[in-house]
């Protein structure tokens, strides 16, 4: 296999029993959801992997540009954010569900790493506030204020919002 920024040859590198492929530029690239085995800080192996990787420079390369798989050279990995935060955006491939990092990505995914009260948190938060701040509504003839123990839905406030701008 060869590195998808480079187009150098990948090294094998075995830790704690898994095997991944490393850059000469710092990169790597994990096999089918090896990198959840690493995401996490509070992983042995993780920190040892990531130890072997600080010692690259992080690249000034451009790293947003999309690139082939280092396992299926003939399918372009999309590019995706790792967790919902939304900071290090990695590339995975279609094909094999691979994934690679460039140089610098694995420490930032441990850097933002949520616990996993955290993490419940934020899948709560997402599924209940769906990317919508609260409002209030203006008053209207056409919608009387409600009652103090009634909370109107988001999408009855959506579709307030809405009425008023045809008036």
Known sequence: ??????????????VGGITVFTS????VFFDNSQIFKFSSPELKHAQVLLKYLSNYIEGEGEVS?????????????????FSPLKVVEIDECPGC???????????KIHENHLTPRERKLLAH??????GFITIKS????????APKNVQ????????????????
């Open 152 to 167: 109107d839905t988001t999408v009855e406030r959506l579709v307030q919002l809405a009425l008023l701008n045809f008036q």
């Open 138 to 145: 203006p008053k209207s003839k056409y919608y009387p204020k």
């Open 1 to 14: 296999m060869y590195c998808p920024r480079s187009n150098t040859p990948l090294e094998p590198l075995l």
């Open 65 to 81: 540009s999309r690139v082939n798989c280092p396992k299926c050279p003939s399918i372009v990995m999309m590019r995706r954010y």
């Open 97 to 107: 569900a691979g994934i690679w990092l460039d140089s610098g990505e694995l420490a």
């Open 24 to 27: 000469a530029q710092g990169g």
């Open 125 to 130: 938060e997402m599924a209940t506030n769906h």
